[in-house]
Every structure is written in C-alpha cells, then in structure tokens.
C-alpha cells in the first residue's frame, strides 16, 4: 500500500446532536492506500485543517465523503468543503431515494445553496453527487455495503470491506449484528446507558431515547452477537458528560469487555 501502511480510521467527532468543546459532533476519517474515504460532515469535519490530518487529504488523490443522513449534526460540515478541499475532485456520496425517500434534489443540494451558502454545490467546479443502493457498492475499488436503518428520516450504515462497520442514528436492531458479522471494528450509536430501563424516574428517557436511538448495553449486545473485535461507542448524548460516558463504558463492558467511548482524533488501524 502506497500510504498508509496500515490503513487508519480517525474519530474527528463523536458527539451527536450538539458540539461541545470536547466533541465535536458525528464525522469519521478512513485512510487506505492514497485514498481517504470521510464519513457524515458533522462539525468534527473541521479537524482535516489539523496535521496530521491535513497532510493525509492533500497526499490522497481520492477523496469521498459518505452521508449516513441529512440530519444537521451530521452534514454541517458540507459549509466547510471548500475550505478543506479547495475546487479539488470530490464525490459526495449519499443514499439513493429507495433507501430513505429522499430524492437527489432534496438532500445535499438543496442544504448547499443560496442563501445558506454562498456558492451552491452543483456550482463548486469538482464536486460530484453519486447514489448509493442498498448492497455492496465499489468505490475507489473498496466495497462499501449499505443498509437502510430505523430512525426518523431514514439513516444508513456502513460497512467497509471487513474492517469496521459504522452504525449511528438509529433504534437497536438485530439485523445491525448480521451486518456487522465479520467486521474487525463496529462503531455504534451509544445516546443513554441502557441502565435507566431500570429506573422509574427515566422511563420518558427511555421511551424517547428508544424511538430513535439505542442504549450504550444495546449495541454492547450487538457487538457480541456479531463478534466483532471491539466496539467503539459513538453519536453521545451531548446533554450528558465525560463521566457519564465513563459509567457508560464500564456498564457496556459487563456485556461486551472489548467496548471503549472513543475521544476525538483517536486513531484505529487495522491489520490486513
């Protein structure tokens, strides 16, 4: 492999909803061979400025950017491309309408233009949308499988090749384990412990949290049944904090012990 030797997936932001000045919310950098491949453009987009991360996207001569969904915490970071790239090539690539009834028109271009932003995306000289379908996708010759998920306006995950499969912004489902089988690597959703089920006064939490999201003990059960390496818990709770999140992965460990709350810019690489 040209660069790097060993591919490496970057946490740029691990927060979901809100940014806080720890987390920034929902982006993730994968770097193999010359091609970095960037997943949802939540404000954690904003450390490719840094070194070493900046280094990486100026020696890529590929650069893919994947939506799990349109949902503002997650494509923020669109604002940014410019600024990051410069006018050079770059495919966005995003669910067809079968998979989240969202047609071409309605999704990235209509979030990238005026008066939102000053130049409109199909006007940025490079830029290219491209339609993913549920499967297995080839890109840069990497295959990308999608699934659709279960979450208000319709998210969906990621699998690249069988190095780590990303599931965010939706409820706990079984068939994530079935995807993820094989993977050395799942990241996974965490918005609530899982703990207050047990707790009378957080039944609204719970409810709530449930009709959209999964609890820190529901992926932890996922990762085991799909025996996966390790389990990265991401997409946090931004009105919870960095104990809560300690207490969080102790509490997924008596389920899955492979299981760590990732900080910001933590680097994972993988062995091929």
């Known amino acids: 492999m040209a660069y790097p030797e060993t591919p490496r997936l970057t946490f740029l932001g691990t927060q979901g909803w809100i940014p806080t000045p720890r987390r920034s919310t929902t982006s993730l950098a994968f770097e193999i061979e010359d091609v970095l491949f960037l997943f949802d453009a939540g404000t954690g987009l904003a450390r490719m400025l840094q070194e070493p ?11 893919h950017l994947f939506l799990t969904h349109y949902h503002l915490d997650h494509s923020a970071g669109l604002a940014y491309l410019s600024g990051l790239f410069g006018e050079r090539p770059l495919t966005v690539h995003i669910p067809g309408p079968e998979l989240n009834g969202v047609g071409v028109p309605d999704g990235v271009p209509a979030l990238v ?3 939102f932003h000053p130049v409109a995306f ?4 490079g830029y290219s949308l491209q339609t993913l379908t549920a499967g297995d996708n080839r890109v840069a010759g990497i295959t990308v499988r999608v ?8 998210s969906v995950g990621y699998r ?7 599931v965010t912004d939706t409820v706990a489902d079984p ?3 079935d995807f993820a089988r094989g993977s050395q690597v799942l990241l996974h959703e965490a918005w609530i ?7 009378p006064a957080h039944q609204e939490l719970v409810r709530n949290t449930y009709r959209s999201h999964t609890s820190a003990r529901q992926a932890a059960a996922i990762a085991a049944e799909a025996g996966v390496d390790e389990l990265y818990l991401i997409h946090l709770n931004p009105l919870f904090g960095e104990d809560y999140y300690a207490a969080m992965q102790r509490s997924a460990q008596t389920i899955f012990p492979a299981t760590t709350v990732p900080s910001d810019l933590l680097v994972r690489g993988f062995r091929t």
């Not at 991360?53 to 590929?62: F, V, W, Y």
């Not at 699934?147 to 319709?154: L, S």
């Open 113 to 115: 233009r005026r008066p």
């Open 160 to 166: 690249v090749e069988d190095l780590f499969t990303f």
């Open 175 to 177: 068939a994530s384990a």
């Open 122 to 125: 199909a006007d940025h000289a």
């Open 53 to 63: 991360l900046a280094g990486a996207a100026r020696r890529a001569t590929e650069l």
């Open 193 to 199: 412990d899982g703990a207050e089920e047990a707790e």
């Open 147 to 154: 699934r659709p998920q279960r979450h208000p306006d319709t």
